[in-house]
């Protein structure tokens, strides 16, 4: 059973540039979330996707936005790139929402912002 | 909303000793306490968890036990062994929403 899958695994994007990236979950998983990681605030939630619709959203501004497709694949796209986003960006998959379903990672796309 | 603290920030153990993580959470209505296990340059995995209607779980070497009313849970590593080396993370949600991870703990077992 393949796990989940992120492209690109790196990326090197300048100031000013937006960004796709792209998140597969694993055959049968229903809700896709997306985390940036960073060295100083650790795992921080970005949205999360279920059925095609956004079920919950954390606190970044509305440079950072997704969307899932009908085969659950997820896509988060982030506009206007700051220094600041440069970060992990981890994509994660569970069968459905709930408290009985546990994540399962991607291993992430790296983002540099120059 | 949620809010979740996580100490030490790191722990260094000799190898065959205990690890203890502990982590608080502030909403009372969350009831699902999964821990992360995450190796350098690797994905976080999850290695243990716990729902609100248990107060401990055992697997092999790792077990987590839940406090519900301090708000508290922690994670219990029994004869460390080097590849146990990571940084660890807690997290805790409610019902349907977000997973909210703690700062994570970095372990490090000395051979």
């Known amino acids: 059973k393949a796990g989940v899958t992120q492209t690109p695994r790196y990326l090197i994007k300048t100031r000013g540039q937006q960004v796709t990236l792209s998140c597969s979950p694993i055959?049968?998983?229903?809700?896709v979330s997306w985390y940036q990681q960073t060295p100083g605030q650790g795992l921080q939630f970005l949205f999360e996707y279920f059925s095609e619709t956004q079920r919950n959203k954390g606190n970044f501004p509305g440079r950072f936005s997704g969307r899932q497709f009908s085969n659950s694949r997820s896509e988060m796209n982030v506009s206007t790139l700051e220094l600041g986003d440069s970060a992990l960006y981890l994509c994660a998959s569970r069968l459905q929402q709930g408290a009985n379903y546990g994540y399962t990672f991607g291993s992430g796309t790296r983002l540099t912002v120059v | 909303g949620e809010n979740v603290e996580q100490h030490p920030s790191t722990l260094s153990v000799q190898e065959g000793d205990s690890a203890v993580i502990k982590c608080t959470y502030s909403d009372s209505a969350s009831n699902y306490f999964p821990w992360y296990k995450q190796e350098l340059g690797k994905r976080p995995q999850l290695i243990i968890d716990?729902?609100?209607?248990?107060g401990e779980k055992k697997d092999q070497r790792i077990a987590v036990t839940l406090n519900k009313t301090a708000k508290h849970f922690s994670l219990h590593i029994t004869e460390t062994q080097p590849e146990d080396s990571a940084v660890y993370f807690c997290?805790?949600?409610?019902?349907?929403?977000?997973?909210?991870f703690g700062t994570g703990t970095r372990l490090q077992v000395f051979p």
């Open positions: 055959s049968g998983h229903r809700s």
């Open positions: 997290a805790a949600s409610i019902y349907t929403d977000k997973l909210i």
């Open positions: 716990i729902r609100s209607n248990v």
